[in-house]
């Protein structure tokens, strides 16, 4: 599921959290397996989404969490059960983010 958007490449995945109950959640990665993390200028592009619908680029609060964990998942062809490790949210940071977890239908 990539989009190009300029010189990036972003990949999208819908799924749940993995939590009981769970929590449907759209995940956007650097690579098909969520195992790149994101650089200074793909990053701006999870700081302007987490603004857009939270009204602040923090990672941390809100429906937008970024995951410095790589994420996993059931198969690739479901894409994506995260793991209750990998939805712990952190600050959106350059070489330290792997994914930015959407919770589109509820809260976290």
Request: hydrophobic share 40%.
């Amino acid at each position: 599921n990539p989009l190009i958007l300029g010189s990036f490449t972003f990949y999208f995945f819908m799924g749940n959290d993995g939590a009981t109950p769970a929590k449907n959640l759209l995940l956007v990665c650097m690579d098909s397996t969520c195992a790149t993390k994101f650089d200074a200028e793909s990053l701006k592009f999870i700081q302007a989404f987490d603004t857009s619908i939270d009204g602040t680029a923090d990672g941390t609060a809100g429906l937008v969490r970024c995951l410095n964990t790589s994420p996993t998942s059931e198969d690739f062809t479901k894409y994506i059960a995260v793991s209750g490790a990998a939805t712990v949210s952190a600050a959106c940071t350059a070489g330290a983010t792997y994914a930015m977890a959407y919770y589109f239908d509820r809260g976290p």
